[in-house]
């Protein structure tokens, strides 16, 4: 990932820039503005000061000890030296001692107070302050020359120096501690970015695996739920309604697709379908026709031969006859249109009774049957489709068997709860080429032979879709 696009580092140059922003302005302001704060905070506490000490003037008590010692703790706690003079020049009170120097001073601020050297910034009737610079001592200092009401002279200063010295500490300070804030920031917004990134990345992650259509990654909210994981409880709801709907679409196109399969399926066997009757219908019909023609022009002339003529035309109809029962047979099995009715019965007695039924061309053809095993064998099944598998498969055998003409119809237990069926006979095996086709409608390996017995070969295409019906396996 790119280090533009990384949140962690982004989220940690927000915090670090704004750090920085915040100190450097108030560096800034430091240096150009609290100078100027510091000294109209200075001028203040002067005059706080002067009209203190001329309301202890007033009271009588601003020479005595209670109020020496306020005006000191005053002078004290602002960073100010006062000194009260009277008209003689005699020191009344002073925080600065009361040598012949702090008279001097006293003189020498006066008297500078008088001509145009300091910058005035405050004057009135009673005080002016000033600042003004110390010859003697070379600094400069921030001086309020005024009389009390009583008349005596009073003086308060404060050095500018110090309050230089006070900015220029407080920036030093203020440098070192945006230091050490930008680099607790940096520690804090790792720590933080984390928190939010984290549960982004998961985010992420999902939906680079909802963009290659997997659906199985899900969000799983922190112990304090936030809009982050609002949003990711969104994302899997998104995630399983994207999910239901691919998977329908998929549905529904794999339905689609079936639907024009079966289409093209349906067509083809519409057209195989007609192609079929229509050859296996076209010799019938022509028998029936020749015959019934020969009839009608009196080509029989004897009872014998006429009753030949109706013999053909009588057994071709009835082929006829019993290929269109077996078509519609078919057909009802294979569009579902008649429902399984399931029901228990001996599936003996069934093979026993289609047996019978073939008992008088199995004599004739001298076949001999074995039936194992002997007993009752209950199913459950559709009795009547069950008959068309029985009875076709036992039809076939009978039609095809030859060399020791033996027919064995066995019946199994499986391991899955149902009974497998086998039919065999002796005779010509089935060629290979063949055997895929077996269950195709009209499909017939010698039809010669199939035609000699009067087959139609949708026999096997019956077993097919009875079997179908019943999801159960068949074969040979």
Request: net charge negative; charged share 25%; proline share 2%.
């Amino acid at each position: 990932m790119n280090k533009k696009e990384n949140l962690n580092r982004q989220i940690a140059g927000v915090m670090v820039a704004l750090v920085v922003g915040i100190v450097s302005l108030c560096l800034i302001l430091n240096t150009c503005f609290l100078g100027s704060y510091y000294i109209s905070n200075k001028q203040k506490s002067m005059r706080q000061a002067y009209n203190t000490l001329n309301e202890l003037a007033e009271k009588g008590i601003a020479y005595d000890q209670e109020g020496q010692i306020q005006m000191e703790r005053m002078a004290a706690s602002e960073g100010l030296s006062f000194m009260v003079i009277s008209s003689d020049a005699a020191i009344v009170m002073s925080s600065m001692g009361d040598s012949a120097d702090v008279v001097h001073l006293f003189l020498s601020n006066l008297i500078n107070s008088g001509n145009d050297e300091g910058e005035v910034l405050e004057s009135n009737s009673n005080y002016m302050i000033q600042r003004l610079t110390d010859s003697r001592m070379q600094e400069e200092y921030l001086v309020l020359m005024g009389t009390l009401d009583d008349g005596n002279m009073v003086m308060i200063r404060s050095a500018v120096e110090g309050i230089r010295e006070s900015a220029s500490v407080a920036n030093r300070f203020l440098l070192y501690v945006g230091l050490l804030a930008v680099f607790v920031t940096i520690l804090i917004a790792e720590k933080l970015s984390g928190l939010i990134t984290r549960p982004l990345k998961r985010l992420t992650d999902i939906s680079k695996k909802m963009t290659e259509l997997d659906f199985n990654a899900r969000y799983v909210p922190q112990k304090n739920r936030n809009e982050i994981d609002v949003l990711g409880e969104r994302m899997n709801e998104m995630s399983s309604t994207l999910e239901q709907t691919i998977k329908d679409l998929k549905q529904a196109n794999l339905e689609l697709q079936q639907g024009m399969e079966q289409k093209e399926k349906n067509e083809a066997m519409r057209t195989e379908f007609i192609s079929n009757v229509s050859h296996e219908l076209k010799t019938p019909i022509a028998l029936i026709l020749g015959y019934g023609e020969g009839l009608q022009e009196g080509i029989a002339s004897d009872n014998e031969s006429r009753m030949e003529y109706y013999d053909v035309i009588v057994d071709e109809a009835r082929k006829m006859e019993r290929l269109v029962q077996e078509l519609l047979a078919l057909n009802k099995l294979e569009s579902g249109g008649r429902k399984l009715e399931m029901e228990r019965f001996d599936l003996m007695k069934l093979i026993q009774g289609v047996v019978s039924s073939s008992a008088l061309l199995l004599e004739q053809k001298g076949v001999e049957v074995r039936i194992m095993p002997k007993g009752e064998v209950y199913i459950w099944a559709d009795e009547f489709f069950t008959e068309q598998v029985v009875n076709n498969y036992i039809s076939n055998a009978i039609h095809y068997v030859d060399g020791e003409k033996k027919i064995m119809i066995r019946c199994d237990a499986t391991d899955h709860g149902t009974v497998r069926l086998g039919v065999f006979n002796t005779g010509q095996p089935i060629p290979e080429d063949a055997v895929p086709h077996l269950w195709d409608k009209f499909y017939k390996v010698d039809k010669a032979r199939t035609r000699e017995y009067g087959g139609s070969g949708i026999g096997l295409s019956i077993v097919k879709a009875v079997m179908d019906s019943f999801h159960k396996p068949y074969g040979v």
